[in-house]
């Protein structure tokens, strides 16, 4: 499997963001990445970060103090799939501030924020709605809903 440059590896998730702006943005709810393409993490402070180096990629951030944290993926499902997560769960606290400013506050939030994120997310590509759903069916097991 080729492996993208950094380059290609920003156009390529920009393009794949781009597919929920339509609806984001009627909703009034779009936020613009907030990750850096940089292969140059301890340049980012503070801040997420994405790269490539030929081999791997890598997905991480630069803490308030200089403190890099970082995952090395081979294949490009998993550094893309955090970052849409990422700025999906961002997207949904805003729907979230929305939706309560003129609704009735559910007792647990988790339930306007969850399917706003899937929703996302399945218009980025099925198969990043389908981890969500998976990863929000454990979250509930061990938490379940509130109300």
Sequence with gaps: MKILTTSELKDHIETLYERMRPVAAAEGIFIDLIVKFNDEPEKMWPGSFCYSDGKHYYYGSVGDFGAITSEKFDDLFDPAYRIFKNQTFK?????????????????????????????????????????????????????????
């Design 91 to 147: 997207i949904g606290i805003k729907y979230l501030g929305k939706y309560l400013a003129t609704n009735e506050k559910p007792q647990d939030t988790r339930r306007i924020v969850f399917p706003k994120e899937v929703e996302l997310l399945r218009l980025i590509g099925e198969e990043y709605a389908q981890r969500r759903e998976k990863e929000i069916e454990e979250i509930l097991k061990k938490a379940p809903y509130r109300d």
